[in-house]
């Protein structure tokens, strides 16, 4: 059976570092793409990061040069670590497995919340 | 880009839903629409514009292609009432649409 945990999501200061994990089970991380998909309070669904098979990465405008993906083969977990973190990054923030290159979301975690405050 | 019309809609259980998803360029049928109820995780719908994920009821379909997409319920059940999200994955840069707001008439 797929899951996805996601984990380390917290109150954070403005300007702070946060790194996000995400342990799969049911399935191997590196064989896969993954995504980042966060979801402000009261908001839609924003996608944020995409990491090939590959190695490959790809970022949102909103988070490019702060976020960086990658994963622990050994540890099958997904990360995302989170740089000089701003007020509207404040979400829910989703793990998912894709089901393929250019294509859909078919796993998710149950998220993990970010409070980005002073 | 990808713009949902409506952004809310009230419905009753046995009606017929229609939601659409427009992309500001084409995007092949590279389309997706999830389902969200409050509180929980999106689950997928429907994939590559009208593939349907495995266990989701066959009252769901999705149709289009190039930059114009819908997304049918045939018949609401009470536990359809969620929210819906359009998303296109032809770019490396995934964008999802605003989200349709589905409500019990």
């Known amino acids: 059976e797929v899951q996805l945990v996601e984990s380390g999501g917290d109150l954070i200061q403005p300007g702070g570092s946060l790194r996000l994990s995400c342990a799969a089970s049911?399935?191997?991380?590196?064989?896969?793409?993954m995504s980042w998909v966060r979801q402000a309070p009261g908001k839609g669904l924003e996608w944020v990061s995409l990491?090939?098979?590959?190695?490959?990465?790809y970022y949102a405008d909103s988070v490019r040069g702060r976020f960086t993906i990658s994963r622990d083969n050994s540890k099958n977990t997904l990360y995302l670590q989170m740089n000089s973190l701003r007020a509207e990054d404040t979400a829910v923030y989703y793990c998912?497995?894709?089901?393929?290159?250019?294509?859909?979301?078919?796993?998710w975690g149950q998220g993990t919340l970010v409070t980005v405050s002073s | 880009q990808m713009t949902q019309s409506p952004s809310s809609l009230s419905a009753s259980v046995g009606d017929r839903v229609t939601i659409t998803c427009r992309a500001s360029?084409?995007?092949?049928?590279?389309l997706n629409w999830y389902q969200q109820k409050p509180g929980k995780a999106p689950s997928l719908l429907i994939y590559?514009?009208?593939s349907l994920q495995g266990g989701v009821p066959s009252r769901f379909s999705g149709s289009g292609s190039g930059a114009d997409f819908t997304l049918t319920i045939s018949s609401l059940q009470p536990e359809d009432f969620a929210t819906y999200y359009c998303?296109?994955?032809?770019?490396?840069?995934?964008?999802f649409g605003q989200g349709t707001n589905l409500e019990i008439k």
């Open positions: 590559a514009a009208s």
């Open positions: 998912a497995r894709d089901r393929g290159p250019y294509s859909s979301h078919d796993y």
């Open positions: 990491i090939y098979s590959s190695g490959s990465t």
């Open positions: 998303q296109q994955t032809f770019s490396t840069l995934y964008t």
């Open positions: 049911g399935f191997t991380v590196s064989n896969n793409y």
């Open positions: 360029q084409s995007i092949s049928r590279h």
